[in-house]
């Protein structure tokens, strides 16, 4: 039977306001309209991996307020285990976001419950992340409980793939706990501590380099709408495109990624090849508003590949 693949991270509710164009400091600009999704990094990556047809868990918490019972529900619905997401006292995890018609955002996280998730409650769940098949995190849950999630993969040979989002130095023994390590640009820049002169599209070859360097076994630096550059250990260095779409909201299209890359390498694919399942998987959800709303389905997926057939990528 197929390992499931376990999600340690985040759940929020996202407080989204979408407006013509993103304000400037200090600037009040008028919204066109109001929403409210179900998100958190981690969260969505096990909708996304659900909604793929592959079983995942979620590890991560809750508030004991209105939303947390609404926050588990909708991962239950969506097919995520969440026996592994726990109610803390006080406030759920809240995003507020700002979108603009250009499928543009800016994010602001208030960790609420996330940031409850303690390295005992790893200890805890040892047995769910001992069996599982590839365990995903991301940087929203505080750093000791994705320390201890690194000690236990590491100590009992489970893969380990990081988000480092939203982006933060690492250690070095976090770093070399990891299998794969997928920041964005902003993420890669705060990563390599390099200024914003560095496009870093231009020199992706060169800070996937220098992240291999610090420890992770393979390195996916995710470039957006141009698309993914992939600097594996055994040598292979290769970029993989973005699909072109219409674009209406990019929020959660790296969650939306990575959870179908991790969904398509635990199917046995190779890198190159699951970096473009992902690829398409990230395209349709940037076609979609909302973040966990926005994951396709396996049916999909194979739709939109089909439809790509002969086509630019
Ligand atoms: P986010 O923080 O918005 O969830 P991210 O910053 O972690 O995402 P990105 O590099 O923006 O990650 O996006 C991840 C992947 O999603 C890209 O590599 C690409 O394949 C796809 N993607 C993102 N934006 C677009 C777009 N406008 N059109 C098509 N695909 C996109
Ligand atoms: O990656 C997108 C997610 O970031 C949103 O759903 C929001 O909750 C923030 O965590």
């Not at 303690?118 to 409980?145: F, K, N, Y």
């Not at 890669?188 to 200024?195: E, G, S």
């Not at 209406?248 to 635990?266: E, H």
């Amino acid at each position: 039977m197929s390992k499931p693949i376990v999600v340690v991270g985040s759940i929020n509710l996202d407080l989204v306001a979408t407006t013509e164009r993103m304000p400037a400091v200090g600037e009040t600009v008028a919204g066109r309209a109001f929403q409210t999704f179900f998100g958190g990094k981690g969260a969505n990556q096990a909708v996304a991996i659900a909604r793929l047809g592959y079983p995942v868990h979620m590890l991560g918490k809750v508030g004991d307020d209105a939303f947390g019972s609404q926050l588990r529900h909708a991962l239950e619905i969506a097919g995520v285990s969440a026996t592994a997401v726990e109610t803390a006292p006080g406030s759920s995890g809240v995003a507020v976001i700002l979108t603009s018609n250009h499928g543009e955002n800016i994010i602001v996280v208030v960790a609420g419950a996330n940031g409850e998730l303690q390295a005992a409650d790893l200890d805890r769940h040892r047995s769910l992340i001992e069996d599982a098949g590839l365990v995903l995190t991301q940087l929203e849950i505080p750093m000791p409980a994705v320390e201890r999630l690194a000690h236990i993969t590491q100590s009992v040979g489970v893969p380990l793939m990081l988000d480092p989002s939203p982006a933060q130095p690492l250690s070095s023994a976090l770093l070399r706990c990891l299998d794969w390590i997928t920041p964005n640009e902003s993420e890669t820049r705060v990563l390599l501590d390099l200024d914003e002169g560095e496009a870093i599209p231009d020199v992706a070859h060169r800070a996937a380099e220098e992240l291999l360097q610090r420890g992770p076994r393979n390195v996916l630096l995710k470039l957006g709408e141009r698309g993914v550059f992939l600097a594996l250990q055994n040598g292979d260095r290769f970029f993989v495109p973005a699909y072109r779409v219409e674009a209406v909201d990019t929020t959660a299209a790296g969650d939306a990624f990575n959870g179908a890359f991790a969904v398509s390498l635990i199917r046995g694919k190779s890198p190159k090849e699951s970096a473009d399942y992902a690829a398409a998987v990230a395209a349709i959800s940037v076609t979609r508003h909302g973040a966990q709303p926005s994951m396709p389905n396996k049916d999909e997926v194979e739709r939109f590949l089909e439809q790509q057939v002969g086509g630019d990528q």
